[in-house]
């Protein structure tokens, strides 16, 4: 049985090659065929040249002793003018190679990059909670730039040689059949040696992804802004440096450990196919010397010898990249293999809209891959058209993890959640997505301009002003944006030039400003305020019933006095609902709700 399973895995590692090769083909199918072309070009044409060499030097030595020597240099010039022609074909051949090779690998790479960037798009949220799921991205994203494009130069090089080879094979067997057997046992242990380390490497760079990830996490910590003030007021900048230093040096150490071994390795290798090719060589000297060969002979079979002896060990060597391609393909395809847990409906219901009853969660229990403890245990709640509902409770009560499940992030580990009776796995993803604004706490900052910024938030509309800034005068932004520069055409952030750094308040707002911009039934508001001053707050919160335009609403608040206009409030702890109702029926039960809104009230009086 682990026989049968190596087999099956040894044939799916050679299958990766003819994926690869096909997305070769789709990223430029006509760069493709040019390199094709050049490669079958430059196959033939040396060994032309080398019989072309052997015709010149007979044509001298046959007019040495000829009396009329402009008629014997008229005999020569021929091949002479025919060498010229080939040199310069073969020199154009170069420099259009050249050009190709560069269009192609950048295009391949480009392709491939976007392959890596779908993918993950396309990814489920889950595998982002996953430490091997970054393992498996980074070595994809450091293969699939350039793995793709090198497999066409292999087998471009496996081809030219070949083409090459036969030539010489041909060449070199009129002189005697061993000396072929004898070329291809000498590059024989070069080969092998080639084979072997590929796999080393392999392996080796699997262990180290982690490692390697952590220094690029640790450089990264090191140049960018938003560590930047911390590491500076902490003194944390040396400790760091010398962190990704002795990470960076084991690494080197190891690798250089690697390299060092397969260099002798190749050097014996080398040298044992040296003395082979001399004794070669030592023989079709012999034969020269005997009268066997001609002085043209001997020129030619020296340069078959020469060109047989490259062409053998570059068809070698690009057989054992081969091989290490195929190896390292594993990788980009562990990556590209991924399948997404969340699977869309065969036949999608449509949204209703407007929603009649709401949402409805029934019995609704959650639990991360990557953990034994329930995020949530037993949820159930309801969320009717028009009505503002709040969750409150302590970080990690389940408060957010239960508007993933809402967005479909992610699926329940049991229960359900319905829109109007239909449980939201009945629902295409994107058109239950385009349903709800949602603004997480997190929220993201784009590096664009403030126009852009919001226009973000409904990318299906066209990229109006007067819509866009309707959205900022509802969330307040439209006065921050007003002070810019430039306006609503002035780059937030200072990643890029003339760029305009916003406080975490104004960057909430313009946040807000996104999930107001998108026509959805729910509207979500993680800890909307909570970078906000309590002025901006309040503006925020005085209308804010206007604000949401009869959608639903669901507030995740810390601030207790943002939720008392809530038609409904739920107090979660570890997970689960422990009391819910109206903000005064709330009070009067006098639980966990009353004890935090009156610990909150104290610290005003």
């Known amino acids: 049985m682990r026989a049968g399973k190596k087999i099956k895995q040894k044939i799916q590692q050679t299958l990766h090659l003819v994926p690869a090769l096909r997305l070769v083909w789709q990223s430029s199918p006509g760069w493709t065929i040019a390199r094709i072309v050049l490669l079958v070009i430059q196959g033939i044409l040396p060994v032309i040249s080398i019989y072309l060499t ?181 003194d944390l900048g040396e400790y760091f440096s010398q962190w990704y230093l002795r990470i960076r040096r084991q690494i080197y150490k190891e690798k250089i450990a690697i390299f060092s071994k397969r260099s002798i390795a190749n050097f014996v290798a080398e040298a044992i196919a040296g003395i082979f090719i001399f004794g070669v060589y030592a023989f079709i000297v012999y034969q020269a010397i005997q009268g066997v060969l001609r002085l043209g002979d001997l020129v030619l079979y020296h340069q078959a010898l020469q060109r047989g002896q490259n062409d053998i060990k570059n068809l070698l060597v690009s057989l054992s990249n081969l091989y290490e391609d195929n190896l390292f393909l594993a990788n980009l395809y562990e990556f590209l293999d991924l399948k997404p847990k969340l699977v869309e409906p065969l036949n999608p219901q449509p949204i209703p809209r407007p929603m009649q009853t709401g949402i409805v969660f029934n019995q609704v229990s959650f639990q991360y891959a990557t953990t034994n403890r329930q995020a949530l245990k037993d949820i159930n709640l309801t969320i009717r058209p028009g009505e503002v509902v709040a969750l409150v409770g302590e970080n990690g009560s389940g408060k957010t993890t239960l508007i993933k499940l809402l967005c479909r992030l992610y699926d329940p580990t049991t229960g359900s959640i319905t829109i109007d009776g239909i449980d939201l796995s009945q629902y295409k993803m994107a058109d239950l997505r385009r349903e709800i604004s949602v603004i997480f706490q997190d929220y993201a900052k784009y590096h664009f301009t403030a126009q852009e910024n919001i226009w973000l938030g409904n990318i299906d509309l066209p990229a109006e002003r007067e819509s866009i800034i309707a959205a900022a005068r509802r969330s307040g932004a439209d006065d921050v944006i007003a002070k810019l520069p430039q306006g609503y055409d002035t780059v937030l952030g200072k990643l890029f030039d003339q760029g305009e750094e916003l406080s975490i308040g104004q960057w909430q707002k313009v946040a807000l400003a996104r999930a107001f911009l998108r026509n959805s039934q729910v509207i979500v508001l993680d800890e909307p305020t909570s970078a906000m001053d309590p002025k901006a707050e309040y503006e925020v919160f005085e209308q804010f019933r206007q604000l949401i335009k009869n959608q639903a609403a669901i507030l995740i608040s810390h601030r207790l006095s943002t939720v008392k206009m809530a038609d409904r409030i739920y107090v979660m702890a570890d997970g689960t609902i422990v009391e819910s109702g109206t903000h005064e029926e709330l009070i009067q039960l006098d639980g966990t709700y009353a004890y935090l809104f009156e610990t909150q009230a104290q610290q005003y009086r």
């Open 54 to 234: 052997k015709l010149i030097i007979d044509a001298v030595v046959a007019n040495l002793n000829v009396a009329d020597k402009t008629a014997a240099f008229g005999d020569v010039i021929l091949w002479v003018i025919l060498a010229g022609v080939v040199t310069l074909i073969s020199s154009v051949c170069s420099s259009l190679t050249e050009l190709v090779v560069t269009a192609h690998s950048q295009g391949v790479t480009d392709y491939m990059q976007g392959i890596i960037n779908a993918k993950s798009i396309a990814t489920d949220l889950e595998y982002y909670e996953n430490a091997q799921y970054f393992d498996a991205l980074q070595r994809a994203q450091r293969e699939a730039p350039y793995r793709p494009p090198e497999i066409l130069n292999r087998l471009a090089q496996v081809g030219q040689s070949s083409i090459s080879l036969v030539a010489m094979v041909g060449l070199l067997l009129s002189l005697h059949w061993g000396i072929i057997g004898i070329l291809f046992v000498a590059a024989l242990p070069a080969l092998l040696v080639r084979v072997k380390y590929s796999r080393v490497m392999y392996h080796w760079q699997r262990k180290r992804t982690q490692p390697e990830r952590q220094a690029m996490y640790l450089a990264w910590m090191l140049t960018s802004d938003q560590y930047a003030k911390e590491i500076r007021l902490f």
